[in-house]
């Protein structure tokens, strides 16, 4: 083992960056360029990807841009994205699980009214090298036009993508680590539905979509449809969004329609969780998170979701608390379907808003949530809070307010570091702004996370026998990593089936280790694999119940 000795200043064992180049104020963003529709996903390592269009007319331009964990750009300037027509836009981005970025995105000829769309997908290291060659590769090479594209990784390098044809077909397709598509030259027919789907990795190189309001169906790596032919039917929760259970199933937020009430619709906040074989497990109406909520208009009050390390979820949603005033509410749900807080759901923000609108929560450390929040404070803005798991709020009590004036399209990602990053737009400018905020709740505050003073660096990697074993039904996986790296932790059946993703994400120098809970798998001999881009380690584990 290396030793490295860190000095410190204060009894809080970090260490901060002087030198970051994200803003510290929030009525000055850090400037990434100027365009429109930004999008953003998690670079694993601190930081963030981020594509825009460039061109305010036409033909417009598909770029990305990296930002590293302080703010700087790696690369120096942006790659353009290119396909074979003239003109890219409307992508969607995520992580592809190696340090790197996939995009999806449509490529188009010059025409605002017809012409031809079509879906192509490019995949970006951290170095910035275009790996599925110059312009990328069609998902379909059907000659009918495709758009209404959505996109989540496979776990093993590639992605799954949907999208929509001209004749409002939902098609979908995986396209592997080296752009080659997996499910035939023109994808597997979903459903005639004409909306971009919701959908999220099922953790086993597969996907759970929801398509067509309320009908749910999760694909294997081979993109066979596993509950039935046309999916699980769920019209009572009025779905709105989705996140993974954890155990290949899901979990669903939504917004049900009651009835009217002089003049004004009124709506239930629900949850669902459906498991991995697609049975309904919370009953036919769901969790009612609340009822007889009322929002500003005609449409459904907003609900947000984010997966908890349980099993359950956390959900946030907004209500018309009395005229002109907006408030937004978050509940726990544990695995059982049973709330967390028990006293009731617990306000978000203590400052009343006339526009309070949670858009995004994000999971920071000890399974405690970012909210982040448009707003009508402060000529508009986003603001934010972080509420740990007992439902105390661990920032400012009025919040953290990241931008005045308040972002068009904002997105927000993950810092990997218990803080997030949001991008967006101003559209007096047209720039593209980016930001970020540490778990402490600080603009600009970048964490290097020195968790001891003494940091023992392993000499090389390492993956050692699980403890205690044999299990049941919890055991601890630890492995040593000699540099940050990409890690893929899997736990696999004696016939080489994958049983469960563990660990899927950058990790910093050190010994890590994680707990594998084996509650809903039999009695046998397991391996599980530790794997990087240069190595692969394995062990046997025994379940014994």
Same mark, same amino acid.
């Given at each position: ?111 605002? !009214? ?5 879906? *192509?997908? #490019? =995949?970006? +290291?951290?170095? %910035? &090298?275009? /790996? @599925?060659?110059?312009? $990328? ?70 996907? !759970? ?5 309320? *009908?749910? #169906? =999760?694909? +294997?790596?081979? %993109? &066979?449809? /596993? @509950?039935?032919?046309? $999916? ?85 949603? %907004? ?227």
């Amino acid at each position: 083992m290396r030793r490295i000795t860190y000095s410190i200043l204060t009894t809080a064992v970090l260490t901060y960056c002087s030198y970051a180049q994200w803003s510290t104020d929030p009525t000055n963003n850090l400037i990434v360029g100027y365009g429109l529709l930004p999008e953003i996903a998690s670079d694993s390592a601190g930081g963030c990807y981020i594509t825009y269009e460039q061109n305010l007319g036409y033909p417009r331009r598909l770029v990305l841009e990296r930002l590293d964990r302080y703010g700087y750009k790696p690369w120096g300037t942006s790659i353009r994205i290119l396909g074979e027509l003239p003109e890219q836009w409307f992508a969607k981005i995520t992580e592809d699980g190696r340090g790197g970025v996939l995009i999806a995105y449509s490529d188009d000829s010059i025409a605002q !009214i017809g012409g031809t769309f079509r879906i *192509r997908v #490019q =995949r970006v +290291d951290s170095s %910035g &090298n275009l /790996l @599925w060659g110059a312009t $990328g590769v069609r998902v379909s090479i059907s000659e009918t036009n495709q758009d209404q594209q959505a996109i989540v990784p496979d776990g093993e390098g590639g992605c799954i993508v949907a999208w929509v044809d001209t004749m409002g077909d939902l098609r979908i397709n995986r396209i592997d680590s080296l752009g080659t598509r997996l499910w035939g030259d023109s994808g597997r027919y979903v459903w005639n539905s004409p909306e971009r789907p919701l959908m999220i990795s099922d953790g086993q190189k597969g996907v !759970i979509m929801i398509f067509g309001a309320s *009908r749910i #169906q =999760r694909f +294997d790596a081979l %993109g &066979n449809g /596993l @509950w039935g032919p046309s $999916g699980v039917q769920q019209d009572q929760i009025g779905i709105q969004r989705i996140a993974p259970d954890g155990y290949s199933g899901l979990v669903i937020a939504g917004m049900k329609y009651l009835d009217y009430n002089n003049g004004d619709p009124y709506w239930r906040a629900t949850c669902q969780r459906v498991d991995s074989s697609g049975v309904i497990l919370w009953g036919n109406d769901g969790i009612i998170l609340e009822d007889s909520l009322q929002s500003t208009g005609l449409n459904p009050p907003w609900v947000v979701i984010e997966a908890n390390q349980d099993g359950g979820a956390t959900i946030a949603w %907004g209500k018309r608390a009395r005229p002109n005033i907006m408030r937004t509410f978050t509940q726990r749900v544990r695995e059982s379907g049973e709330s967390v807080f028990q006293d009731g759901a617990i306000q978000v923000s203590t400052v009343d808003s006339t526009s309070m609108a949670t858009w995004a929560v994000f999971t920071s450390i000890e399974d405690s949530k970012i909210y982040i929040s448009t707003d009508s404070r402060y000529r508009n803005s986003i603001v934010a809070q972080r509420i740990d798991t007992a439902g105390v709020r661990l920032w400012d009590t009025a919040d953290v307010t990241l931008n005045v004036p308040v972002f068009s399209d904002a997105r927000a990602s993950t810092d990997c570091r218990g803080g997030a990053i949001v991008v967006g737009f101003h559209q007096f400018d047209f720039s593209i702004r980016a930001l970020q905020v540490s778990k402490n709740g600080n603009l600009g505050e970048v964490i290097t996370s020195i968790e001891n003073l003494v940091l023992e660096i392993p000499q090389q990697l390492y993956l050692y026998q699980n403890y205690p074993n044999p299990f049941n039904p919890t055991t601890i996986i630890q492995f040593d990593i000699p540099s940050e790296s990409w890690v893929k932790l899997n736990v696999y059946n004696m016939l080489g089936q994958q049983i469960q993703t563990l660990v899927n994400d950058t990790k910093m120098p050190g010994k890590h280790s994680v707990s594998f809970n084996a509650l809903r798998i039999p009695s046998g001999v397991y391996l599980y694999k530790l794997e990087t881009k240069n190595s692969i380690l394995s062990r046997k584990l025994t379940i014994l119940k």
